[in-house]
T-cell receptor
């Protein structure tokens, strides 16, 4: 049983497209995290949110606590956005991760 | 400022040997986390420390795994009698306090031959 489900698993987009990655979870949480992992690179925390919506540059993250669902949006996508995006949820003292969405943005 | 550092960056060891992985968190960060990412698999939470204390060790895969943190700073993850299935990238992260944004280290790639 996966506590966190992400979709799609793989996504290819043309530069400039609007991208949405979805995350659903089944446990009670304190917070939800969106992480970015570049090929061969480290992991960067993009957002941590427990309600509502956050925006950072071209990235927007939303969460609906009642529906246990979050979305990560990328506006005006760029090839440098190509990476694996990982959703994680944190019930107190625990972390559960989605399997990631591999995004490729083509010039 | 310095980020989270981990050492070694790569470790190749023979099956049955013990290994020790080190994490230096960002100065002043009281919370520290260990994760594992196996090839082709997702991230797996292992353990976290608030200060020097690990409230819950149930995420450690087996009793061959142990972790400690001293002085509220450096942490070591020790794997005894390594097995091939222990091969993975071991990641450390730290945060200002439990529940705050985490900053990840570059990871230690462990290969058990």
């Amino acid at each position: 049983k996966n506590e966190v489900e992400q979709s799609p698993q793989n996504l290819t987009a043309q530069e400039g497209e609007f991208i949405t990655i979805n995350c659903s979870y089944s446990v009670g949480i304190s917070a939800l995290h969106w992480l970015q992992q570049h090929p061969g690179g480290g992991i960067v925390s993009l957002f941590m949110l427990s309600s509502g919506k956050k925006k950072h540059g071209r990235l927007i993250a939303t969460i609906n606590i009642q529906e246990k669902h979050s979305s990560l949006h990328i506006t005006a996508s760029h090839p440098r956005d190509s990476a694996v995006y990982i959703c994680a949820v944190s019930p107190p003292g625990q972390f559960y991760f989605g399997t990631g969405t591999s995004l490729t943005v083509i010039p | 400022g310095a980020g989270v550092s981990q050492s070694p960056s790569n470790k190749v060891t023979e099956k049955g040997k013990d290994v020790e992985l080190r994490c230096d968190p960002i100065s002043g960060h009281t919370a520290l986390y260990w994760y594992r990412q196996s090839l082709g698999q997702g991230l797996e939470f292992l353990i976290y420390f608030q200060g020097n204390s690990a409230p819950d060790k149930s995420g450690l895969p087996s009793d061959r795994f142990s972790a400690e943190r001293t002085g509220g700073s450096v942490s070591t993850l020790t794997i005894q009698r390594t097995q091939q299935e222990d091969s993975a990238v071991y990641l450390c992260a730290s945060s200002l306090r439990t529940g705050a944004e985490q900053y990840f280290g570059p990871g230690t790639r462990l290969t058990v031959t």
